[in-house]
């Protein structure tokens, strides 16, 4: 028999124990004293999953089976309703009153258990995800203190082992509950469970444990509902974890801590249920075991259409995102170097997905999108589960991350350092070495920090490289209209005699430096990333080709920077302002696109899709926001150009330089 909020039992059986029962009867704890003001968000939580699972202890085909417990019912559904009004103002707001105003309804109604359950299940849901709630442990909780605990708060009622037989409880009406009864924790999540420690219950001898730590609370969920599953369950849950079946199911803690054992079943199957009874026991494994990217992307595709279902459009299209940043794009580049076509439809079908939760598109047409991504990671999954790369596949893909990565970044660097050596002053030329330099130092550094020591998300990944590019690009623009505009005779003669007897000015050296920086230090990081990629694909019997790869691409990358050194001594010194200053122009537009699509990548910008051709290295991508930023780049390239030509008809003055 559960225990009732509003009949609770009395105090006094033991001389030195004050005795308590926790919600729904599943904790007798130590007097902690009294309960203290929660979070109202965290409260309705915790009034959401006593309602889910206690009113079919009240009502029974249509008739109430126990009238006390039946008015407590209508208490905490009006309790539920006023504390969601309480809340802070968000786009989801409007929509949970209205489903909370359902749920009362219903229960005035003696609607059907298993209604008045799936109401508030998805009640619950809908605010964890409209106000982005805390719902796991930040770490794995540690279940030998959670042993601890329990062995000091609440054994004496409910025992040694849990079964409700404990000294203190004995002569209780009704007696403790029994942590071995299967059908009844089936219906309970970790997260009801430590609702109940932190928060108490209101109006009774249940006191608020706040007065325990955070991790404290969660250890002691943790272990409690360690209680109710079997050995063989626990058990075939490990054999599952071991062999990495499953894992994209639990990507974190949220859906171990969550779910009933009830709803892991319904969602994931009994394979799914010993998973999750496997983890309670274990939570230090998700830690050792991280699932991979596209298993963590395709649980977060499926985790952003069930928040879309629940109307949470805003939050639906973060995990969109999430799934893109922190799921396939860790494994993009190991994709395009076994199926460059697949990598290109999953980008393209993962973006349009995200487009729909953005625009509020229907909730079936968001359904098939999923479906659609969903399939095509998948089948990522078996081709690079199933593929090792073969000796002249890494050396080519070695090669080819470099020279993509590289090139743009050495055509700046490379026309930067003629532009001095025309000019010149070579000994300005060390700035520019040292700000190529320092990029690259720094973006060894940021990947070992976020190897090792700070994780570093995708979306902050992609806005480091979408402001660099813009800011780049910004700079390009600049530099090379200025370059151009010394293209003409009468501009270069006056600027090279200027030079003989001056300097360049400070401002001008420390541009060039950063310009420098900025063109290598955006793709730094995530070269290094491809290249761990791709080391993970090829095993250490394909190291030696990754190595010559990447030896190979470097010295064609220096053969190109020579090249170029080479030609601008022998090109007329008018033209070589005038090519420089195109090629600027041009890696300005190319930079742009770019940048605006890693903005769009971490979700900063939208990206609405239009048919037109995809060429990444050119920074062209079919959407609206980039082929007009680079149309506008594009106008004020020209606008330059014709600018510089007019102007260069007259002398120029210092101010111009």
Same mark, same amino acid.
């Given at each position: 028999m559960a225990y009732s909020f509003s009949r609770f039992?009395?105090?006094?059986?033991?001389?030195?124990?004050?005795?308590?029962?926790?919600?729904?009867?599943?904790?007798?704890?130590?007097?902690a004293g009294p309960a203290r003001a929660a979070d109202p968000a965290q409260t309705v939580l915790h009034l959401l999953d006593y309602i889910a699972v206690d009113y079919a202890e009240t009502v029974e085909n249509g008739r109430v089976k126990n009238a006390d417990e039946y008015r407590e019912m209508h208490e905490f559904a009006g309790q539920v309703q006023g504390l969601i009004k309480g809340l802070p103002e968000n786009e989801g707001r409007a929509r949970l009153l209205s489903e909370a105003a359902t749920l009362a309804k219903r229960i005035n109604a003696k609607a059907s258990p298993t209604e008045i359950t799936d109401k508030a299940t998805a009640l619950r849901w809908a605010l964890i995800s409209a106000y982005q709630l805390q719902i796991a442990p930040k770490a794995a909780p540690d279940l030998k203190a959670g042993a601890a605990l329990y062995k000091e708060h609440c054994a004496a009622c409910h025992g040694a082992e849990g079964r409700g037989d404990g000294p203190a409880g004995k002569g209780l009406e009704p007696a403790p509950s029994n942590f071995h009864d299967g059908e009844r924790m089936a219906q309970r999540s970790v997260y009801g469970l430590y609702n109940t420690i932190t928060l108490g219950v209101d109006g009774t001898g249940m006191a608020a444990y706040k007065h325990l730590n955070e991790d404290e609370r969660?250890?002691?969920?943790?272990?409690?509902?360690?209680?109710?599953?079997?050995?063989?369950?626990?058990?075939?849950?490990?054999?599952?974890?071991?062999?990495?079946?499953?894992?994209?199911?639990?990507?974190?803690?949220?859906?171990?801590?969550?779910?009933?054992?009830?709803?892991?079943?319904?969602?994931?199957?009994?394979?799914?249920?010993?998973?999750?009874?496997?983890?309670?026991?274990?939570?230090?494994?998700?830690?050792?075991?991280?699932?991979?990217?596209?298993?963590?992307?395709?649980?977060?595709?499926d985790k952003s259409l069930d928040t879309y279902r629940a109307g949470q459009r805003a939050a639906a299209a973060h995990?969109?995102?999430?799934?893109?940043?922190?799921?396939?794009?860790?494994?993009?580049?190991?994709?395009?170097?076994?199926?460059?076509?697949?990598?290109?439809?999953?980008?393209?079908?993962?973006?349009?997905?995200?487009?729909?939760?953005?625009?509020?598109?229907?909730?079936?047409?968001?359904?098939?999108?999923?479906?659609?991504?969903?399939?095509?990671?998948?089948?990522?999954?078996?081709?690079?589960d199933n593929t090792r790369l073969s000796s002249a596949t890494t050396f080519v893909s070695a090669l080819v991350i470099l020279l993509r990565e590289g090139a743009e970044a050495i055509l700046v660097v490379a026309a930067i350092l003629a532009f001095l050596a025309r000019a010149g002053r070579p000994e300005a030329r060390r700035w520019v070495h040292a700000g190529w330099i320092a990029a690259l130092a720094l973006g060894g550094i940021t990947w070992a920090v976020s190897s090792y020591l700070v994780e570093i998300s995708g979306a902050g990944r992609e806005?480091?490289?979408?402001?660099?590019?813009?800011?780049?690009?910004?700079?390009?623009?600049?530099?090379?209209?200025?370059?151009?505009?010394?293209?003409?005779?009468?501009?270069?003669?006056?600027?090279?005699?200027?030079?003989?007897?001056?300097?360049?000015?400070?401002?001008?050296?420390?541009?060039?430096?950063?310009?420098?920086?900025?063109a290598v230090y955006r793709e730094a990081f995530e070269t290094v990333l491809s290249y761990q990629a791709l080391s993970a694909q090829a095993g250490p019997e394909g190291y030696g080709a990754l190595w010559g790869g990447l030896a190979t691409a470097s010295a064609l990358l220096v053969a190109v920077a020579w090249a170029i050194l080479r030609a601008s001594v022998k090109l007329?010194?008018?033209?070589?302002?005038? =090519? $420089?200053?195109? @090629? #600027?122009? /041009?890696?300005?537009?190319?930079? +742009?696109?770019?940048?605006? *699509?890693?903005?769009?990548?971490?979700?900063?910008?939208?990206?609405?899709?239009?048919?037109? =051709? $995809?060429?990444? @290295? #050119?920074? /062209?991508?079919?959407?609206?926001? +980039?082929?007009?930023?680079? *149309?506008?780049?594009?106008?004020?390239?020209?606008?330059?150009?014709?600018?510089?030509?007019?102007?260069?008809?007259?002398?120029?003055?210092?101010k111009e330089q």
């Open positions: 039992f009395p105090t006094g059986i033991a001389a030195t124990v004050a005795l308590r029962v926790a919600f729904g009867g599943l904790l007798c704890l130590a007097l969660w250890a002691l969920a943790f272990y409690v509902a360690d209680f109710a599953p079997d050995k063989a369950t626990r058990e075939q849950g490990a054999a599952l974890w071991t062999a990495g079946k499953g894992r994209g199911n639990f990507p974190d803690l949220d859906n171990v801590v969550t779910l009933s054992a009830n709803e892991a079943r319904e969602r994931f199957g009994a394979d799914g249920a010993a998973l999750q009874a496997y983890l309670r026991a274990n939570p230090q494994a998700l830690a050792a075991g991280k699932p991979s990217p596209l298993e963590f992307a395709i649980a977060t595709v995990l969109a995102i999430q799934a893109y940043l922190e799921g396939f794009e860790l494994v993009e580049s190991s994709l395009r170097n076994v199926d460059a076509d697949l990598m290109t439809r999953i980008e393209r079908e993962m973006m349009a997905y995200r487009g729909l939760l953005q625009s509020g598109a229907g909730v079936e047409q968001a359904r098939q999108q999923a479906a659609a991504v969903r399939a095509l990671l998948v089948a990522a999954r078996e081709k690079l806005m480091t490289e979408g402001v660099t590019a813009l800011i780049a690009a910004a700079m390009l623009l600049y530099v090379g209209y200025w370059l151009h505009s010394k293209s003409h005779s009468r501009a270069w003669q006056q600027f090279i005699a200027d030079k003989v007897g001056g300097a360049l000015s400070k401002g001008t050296v420390w541009a060039l430096a950063l310009i420098s920086f900025l007329p010194i008018g033209l070589f302002f005038s =090519i $420089s200053g195109i @090629l #600027l122009l /041009i890696l300005a537009v190319v930079f +742009t696109g770019q940048g605006i *699509a890693a903005l769009q990548e971490a979700g900063r910008i939208g990206a609405d899709t239009v048919r037109f =051709i $995809s060429v990444p @290295l #050119l920074g /062209i991508y079919p959407t609206l926001q +980039t082929l007009g930023a680079q *149309a506008v780049a594009l106008i004020l390239s020209a606008f330059g150009l014709w600018w510089a030509m007019r102007a260069g008809k007259r002398p120029m003055n210092h």
